[in-house]
């Protein structure tokens, strides 16, 4: 089997950023997320850890497509070596399930 084959989910280059505005109605950009790269291989088991407020829940909500309004993505995602793209990250979301365990207040596992 090629590796391509074994690769379930790989994300390239992730960067999330969050606009909002300041008590001065000034537009803020903040970057919570910046250049993280992972592969989750077939039959494997990948644990994100991390310390509260290191960006775990949004590399998964920004897989599954389910960031608020005002965040704003960068990066490439592949599931089984397909591009994710809005559509595809729709139809899979309506069919399979990604979830996230938190194992504790530092750790979170995400499963396909």
């Known amino acids: 089997m090629t590796e391509q084959m074994n690769t379930l989910l790989d994300v390239r280059h992730l960067s999330v950023s969050f606009e909002s505005y300041d008590a001065k109605l000034q537009k803020v950009i903040f970057t919570a997320v910046k250049d993280m790269s992972l592969t989750l291989e077939k039959g494997k088991i990948l644990a994100i850890v991390g310390s509260s407020g290191s960006g775990k829940s949004l590399l998964?909500?920004?897989?599954?497509?389910?960031?608020?309004?005002?965040?704003?993505?960068?990066?490439?995602?592949?599931?089984?070596?397909?591009?994710?793209?809005?559509?595809?990250?729709?139809?899979?979301?309506?069919?399979?399930?990604?979830?996230?365990?938190?194992?504790?207040?530092?750790?979170?596992?995400?499963?396909?």
């Open 60 to 112: 998964a909500h920004a897989v599954m497509g389910i960031l608020p309004d005002n965040a704003k993505t960068g990066g490439t995602f592949y599931y089984k070596g397909e591009k994710l793209t809005k559509k595809k990250i729709e139809e899979i979301r309506g069919k399979k399930t990604v979830s996230y365990t938190h194992l504790r207040a530092h750790e979170t596992t995400l499963h396909l």
